[in-house]
């Protein structure tokens, strides 16, 4: 089973930007398609960006524009740009592979307010 560990949330202001990154035990490569999840205070977690093995990446349509996920060569970190932060985005963030392993990390909070 490979960790995954989340990083990069905090508080900003609508209209700003965060990068989240997802540090992998072992290449996410290996693992097939991964994604950036999130989860809303009273609400089900919900993917917001998924990449396949090959590089294709697909967005919820509440992020699309906005939200770009990658990975880095050495193919070991999922990063989640995120521009043009609203509140609606305040949520727990999570990465996991897609589909999503039984365990979780314990996310990055992101918070989006004034």
């Known amino acids: 089973q490979v960790q995954l560990v989340e990083s990069g949330g905090g508080l900003v202001q609508p209209g700003g930007s965060l990068r989240l990154s997802c540090a992998a035990s072992?290449?996410?490569?290996?693992?097939?398609?991964m994604g950036w999840f999130r989860q809303a205070p009273g609400k089900q977690r919900e993917r917001v960006a998924r990449m396949s093995q090959l590089g294709f990446s697909n967005y919820a349509d509440s992020v699309k524009g906005r939200f770009s996920i990658s990975g880095d060569i050495a193919g070991t970190t999922l990063y989640l740009q995120m521009n043009s932060l609203k509140p609606e985005d305040t949520a727990v963030y999570y990465c996991?592979?897609?589909?999503?392993?039984?365990?979780w990390g314990q996310g990055t909070q992101v918070t989006v307010s004034s």
């Open positions: 072992r290449s996410i490569f290996s693992i097939g398609a």
């Open positions: 996991n592979a897609d589909p999503p392993f039984n365990s």
